[in-house]
């Protein structure tokens, strides 16, 4: 790929999704907007940028960018994480507030396995704590296909046998003529999928007990991960917190969040980390 | 180090999965059908069996069963690799004994799930 059309490519995703691509992943640039070059008709990625330079189409552009961000998920994915989610985080959240109401937002959820592991672990793990309580999972992600592909909760032989159990796939869901396993009703009643941009304002989405957000700030720009940690933040009740992939870290980002205590990876609004540690 | 045997009529198979399975240190012994695994399971038993539906002298699922009526058969933790993928062949390996299932064609990723599902990683 030539240098000029990487550089275009590049600052189309920065600008559309905030992720920062290097010049040496250029071949995943062109893995993942392959399928749209098809289906335009462009013989080159050349062809492509003349097309998005010469005749601005906010949609495409848009297309273009949500295309890029990566879609790398697995069932299960830091098992434990969620599984702490169910057994601590959700019953100390009902005793807090009385509404008998839990919200969960997985941001950036791609194809849907996150929010179906934890729709599973509400259906076969349900803490006696949770009983009776509404648990609802929101799961966003930039591209409106993805979106439509989680909504559908459809997933092939390699994805399917990835992080879920064969008794797992057999009990909650049911394999098509076509080859595909489909989620069951019982699943898909716990989750609503939406198309949303993290780099945009997420007030209309409501707030959140808990925000799941995993490996999605590790390949965005700084600019880009202040903005949207800022939003996650806000979009928090008063004692919700925020989950980030292992290793992901939010020190220097931003003074909105801090630390859970006894709770890696966790984090909550800032000066409440003691105070929500003293309660319990 | 832990012991796998791998069941498979299939060279090529045996092959590609003792390759994956490795790396994930275990011992390799191999048999090409389910006759030659039972002798196998009679001279040691493995801790875990990698075992395919179709093959010929003596099929997985009849292994399976016999296995689980021999003395210390219980242990190995068995996963079935198949290309019989449906949920009725996949009910039927479970109720013989399997613990867990893999469809074929699979890949590294998939078979180390797998066995980390059951415990064996």
């Keep these: 790929m030539k240098d000029e059309v990487f550089n275009e490519l590049a600052d189309l995703a920065l600008k559309g999704s905030g992720q920062s691509i290097p010049k040496s992943k250029a071949y995943l640039i062109e893995a993942r907007l392959a399928p749209i070059a098809r289906r ?56 807090a507030t009385n509404t008998g109401r839990l919200k969960i937002w997985l941001a950036g959820g791609s194809t849907g ?10 259906e076969d793990e349900l803490p006696p704590a949770l009983r009776g309580a509404k648990i609802e999972i929101l799961s966003t992600d930039i591209c409106k296909v993805t979106t439509e592909n989680a909504r559908m909760g459809r997933y092939g032989h390699y994805d399917v046998q990835k992080g879920l159990s064969i008794h797992r796939l057999t009990k909650h869901f049911n394999r098509l003529e076509t080859g595909q396993w489909e989620a069951s009703e019982a699943l898909r009643s716990h989750i609503s999928f939406r198309q949303h941009n993290l780099l945009e304002s997420a007030a209309g989405l409501g707030k959140f007990d808990v925000i799941i957000c995993r490996n999605v700030l590790p390949g965005m720009a700084r600019s880009a991960r202040v903005r949207v940690v800022e939003s996650l933040a806000s979009q928090l009740v008063p004692g919700g917190l925020v989950l980030l992939g292992q290793g992901e870290g939010l020190i220097g980002l931003t003074n909105k969040l801090e630390p859970a205590r006894d709770f890696r990876g966790a984090w909550v609004a800032a000066g409440t980390a003691n105070a929500a540690a003293s309660a319990a | 180090m832990k012991t796998c045997l791998i069941v498979d009529d299939s060279r090529v198979v045996r092959k590609v999965a003792a390759r ?96 980390a599902e059951v415990g064996l990683v």
Excluded at chain 2, 48 to 69: I, T
């Design chain 1, 40 to 95: 335009e008709g462009f013989g080159t990625m050349e062809d492509l940028v003349h097309c998005v330079k010469s005749r601005a189409n906010p949609a495409f552009i848009s297309e273009i960018a949500a295309t890029l961000v990566s879609k790398d998920t697995r069932f299960f994915r830091e098992r434990d994480t969620l599984q702490r989610v169910l057994t601590d985080v959700l019953p100390e959240r009902l005793k």
């Design chain 1, 113 to 122: 396995q996150e929010a179906y592991s934890l729709a599973i672990l509400l």
């Design chain 2, 20 to 115: 994956i399975i490795q790396d994930l240190k275990f011992n390799i012994v191999e048999a090409g059908n389910g006759a030659e695994a039972l002798k196998a399971c009679r001279e040691s038993m493995p801790d875990a069996v990698l075992l395919d539906w179709n093959m010929p002298v003596m099929n997985g699922l009849d292994f399976l069963r016999a296995l689980r009526r021999e003395d210390g058969g219980k242990k190995p933790l068995v996963v079935f690799c198949s290309i019989e993928n449906d949920a009725e062949h996949i009910n039927e390996a479970i109720r013989s004994g399997a613990d867990e299932f893999i469809m074929k064609p699979f890949d590294a990723d998939i078979l180390e799930s797998k066995f």
